[in-house]
Structure formats: structure tokens, C-alpha cells
């Protein structure tokens, strides 16, 4: 498929860090959350070194926020996600999957708790928000949901903490996984909390208010001049690696959180209030008959996937699965994908054929993630 240019428009919004994103000469962009996402600086490949060696910086706008403030947003935080919250403290962040009544992944946001009546749903690519209005006004909740502008800034890769205490301090370093502190930055205290769509490690920093976009941009790139910092972006290579999903390409309404091998973040006899609960519980009884799998599929690099390519048992046209993501790793020294697969052909070991663009390769389902 040839590339087209993006036409600009309101409805493509741009980030308060664009400007610096295309000083620091960004080659692709996608769109996400109705806003722009950087794909590529020099390219895929050279992209996933850097990152795995340095550290990287990524404008990750994108991953907008739904803010639900108020007496009921504990209550509605929990219609939405089958991951029970009652433990949840303030100053944690949660991976929750969120479904519909019939247990459908709507996405699969991170939740930050900012305070007893006060969260975050920093979201995936898709209309979430029109989901949580509905829910608030058909439910009668005292809860104000907005979109406010916070614009994440993710430093990932192994020089992010050393970065990141340069810029923040050291009391960085203390923040564990999944949890945030409020650090000062330039007179204002930011949310900073230990993520990103990563295994390299690293840090999320909600940006607001947008004027300090450019300075924290600038900060973060002259402290770690000598750390061989750069501009990034969430990889399509890493992000595969380490079966790292992607909601609208490897998930849709159609699978339940079981099926996206999210189980471990569900507790569904205890999220009492979700609305998928009946679903999910329903569903849980017989186990899923399919579930996202990693997979190496052999042969020379293949082209991206577009649209999913069809799983086969070997030698027939029994479908057994899909391919949704796939990419050349140089790591790896082979193909790494990620597709779903059926329970007949999804342990591990278990050889399939990939219908990629140019015929049928061999390919492996993995027992995990790849992982060095
Ligand atoms: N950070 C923030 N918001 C986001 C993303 C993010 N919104 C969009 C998108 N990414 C949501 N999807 C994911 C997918 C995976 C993870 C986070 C968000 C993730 N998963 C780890 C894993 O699966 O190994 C760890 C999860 C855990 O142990 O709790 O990090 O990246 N702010």
C-alpha cells in the first residue's frame, strides 16, 4: 500500500508538543483519540535500538484522559471494569479493562486514583467517554465527567530513571510500578507515575497545564544530552516483543477481557456493579475457546498487517486464528506477532500457517511474551 499524506484539520487535533515533535523530525504519524501520535523518527528499527539502549522521549497525548469526579465515581469506576477497585488507594495507577454488558472489551485504559472522588482513565484508542456519560446520566450519578487537557509525556527506555532525577529530583527513583507522585516542575506540581507502554521501563508525566509543555520538552532534552537522549514514540517492534496490546488492532468489542489474556487484571466474582459481570461470569464457566497468543512466523521480514491474517492448521484451510500485529525483529532474529488462536492450536510449541500478503509461512505459537 502506497503512503498518503494527513490532511490537517481541527478534527486531527495537534498535541502542545507537536511543534517540538517536528523540530526533532518525526517521519509518520497515525491518529489516535481524534489526535496526532508520532510513529517513526528515523525508522521502525533504528527507533527500537535506541530505545532498548538509551532513552527515549514520546509525546503520548494521545492517551487522553476521562476525569469522573464526585460522590458516585468510585461506583462508576467499578460499572465499568471487572477489576475489582475496593483496595484501590490513592496515588495508584491500575490496568483495567473495561467491557459492555456482554463483557466486550470497550479498552483498556490505565486508571489513576487522584483521590477518593477523583480518577482518571487514561484511555486507548476508542470513544470511551460517550460510554461513561451514558452510563452517569442513564444511572443517575452524581459524577462530572470531563476531558480535561493533560497532555502524558512518556521517558521510557534503561537511562529513564537517571534522566528523570535530573529533571525531577531524586526522589523519582522512589516511585514503584504503577504508582505516582505529584512532583514541582517550573512552579506546578505534575503527576508523574512509574508506566508507558514499554518493558524497557521508564516514566509518564500528565502534563497540564499546556504551557509547560515546551519547557518540560526542552528540560528533559538538554539534561540528557549526554544520555544520547531522543525523540520517540511507542514501537511497533518493542510493543510486539513484549506482547504489549493494542486496543482496536489486536482487541475489539468482540472479545472479552479472557480472550485478550487480560484475565489477571479481572476478579469478577468480587466486582460486584460492573456491568459486564453477569457476561464475564457466564463466560468464565466453559473458559475461553480462543486467547491472544504470541507467535514467531519464519522467513524473510514480513509486510505489515493490515488486515488480520488468517491462522491455518498446517497443509489446510481449517482456520484456527488470526494474525493482527506483526513485525521483523532484530532481536529476535525472526518475525514476532501476535494473534488470536484458537484452544485446539494454542499451546504453545504448536506449529500453524500465517496467510500473510505474500502466502503461507510457518509459524509457532509462544508459551509467553518474547523476552531476552
Ligand atoms: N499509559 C497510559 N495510558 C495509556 C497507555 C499507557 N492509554 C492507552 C494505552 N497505553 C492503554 N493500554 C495499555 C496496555 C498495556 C499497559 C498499559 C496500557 C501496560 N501493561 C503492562 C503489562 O501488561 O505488562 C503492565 C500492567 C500491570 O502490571 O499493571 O503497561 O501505556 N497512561
Not at 483496595?87 to 490505565?110: H, I
Not at 537517571?162 to 505529584?182: D, P, Q
Not at 528533559?220 to 510486539?240: F, H, S, W, Y
Request: aromatic residues 8%; charged residues 20%.
Amino acid at each position: 500500500m502506497r503512503n498518503f499524506n494527513l490532511t490537517p484539520s481541527r478534527r486531527v487535533r495537534r498535541t502542545p508538543f507537536s511543534d517540538r515533535v517536528e523540530r526533532a523530525g518525526v517521519e509518520a504519524y497515525t491518529v489516535y483519540n481524534h489526535m496526532l501520535l508520532p510513529t517513526a523518527f528515523q525508522s521502525a528499527e533504528a527507533d527500537y535500538h535506541h530505545l532498548k539502549r538509551h532513552v527515549q522521549v514520546w509525546d503520548v497525548s494521545c492517551q487522553r484522559q476521562i476525569e469522573v469526579r464526585g460522590r458516585d465515581a468510585s461506583r462508576l469506576l467499578q460499572m465499568l471494569t471487572p477489576r475489582d477497585l475496593r483496595s484501590m488507594m490513592p496515588g495508584r495507577c491500575y490496568y483495567t479493562p473495561m467491557v459492555d454488558e456482554t463483557g466486550g472489551m470497550l479498552n483498556d485504559p490505565v486508571t489513576v486514583k487522584l483521590a477518593e472522588d477523583r480518577y482518571w482513565i487514561s484511555i486507548a484508542d476508542s470513544d470511551l467517554l460517550f460510554w461513561v456519560k451514558g452510563l452517569a446520566y442513564g444511572f443517575r450519578l452524581e459524577v462530572d465527567i470531563t476531558e480535561p487537557d493533560v497532555s502524558p509525556l512518556a521517558v521510557q527506555g534503561p537511562q529513564a530513571e537517571e534522566l528523570m532525577s535530573r529533571v525531577f529530583g531524586a526522589s523519582v527513583r522512589e516511585i514503584r510500578f504503577f504508582r505516582f507522585s505529584r512532583l514541582p516542575f517550573q512552579g506546578q506540581e505534575l503527576v508523574v507515575a512509574r508506566s508507558g507502554y514499554s518493558k524497557q521501563g521508564g516514566f509518564e508525566i500528565y502534563l497540564e497545564p499546556a504551557e509547560l509543555a515546551e519547557p518540560l520538552w526542552d528540560a528533559l532534552m538538554t539534561k540528557g544530552a549526554d544520555l544520547q537522549v531522543k525523540a520517540g514514540c511507542p514501537n511497533l517492534i518493542e510493543r510486539i516483543e513484549a506482547q504489549l496490546l493494542s486496543y482496536g488492532n489486536d482487541m475489539t468489542r468482540e472479545n472479552t477481557p479472557q480472550e485478550c489474556g487480560l484475565g489477571r487484571f479481572c476478579d469478577t466474582l468480587t466486582a460486584i456493579g460492573c456491568v459486564g459481570r453477569d457476561a464475564l461470569l457466564r463466560t468464565a464457566m466453559e473458559g475461553p475457546v480462543r486467547q491472544i497468543r504470541s507467535l514467531a512466523v519464519e522467513g524473510d521480514p514480513v509486510a505489515p498487517c493490515l488486515d488480520p491474517w488468517p491462522l491455518f492448521a498446517p497443509g489446510t484451510t481449517t482456520q484456527v486464528g488470526q494474525v493482527t500485529s506483526a513485525a521483523w525483529s532484530p532481536d529476535f532474529n525472526t518475525n514476532v506477532a501476535i494473534g488470536m488462536v484458537q484452544l485446539s492450536h494454542w499451546t504453545g510449541g504448536t506449529q500453524v500457517e500465517a496467510e500473510t500478503p505474500d502466502g503461507r509461512r510457518t509459524s509457532i505459537v509462544q508459551n509467553s511474551a518474547f523476552i531476552q
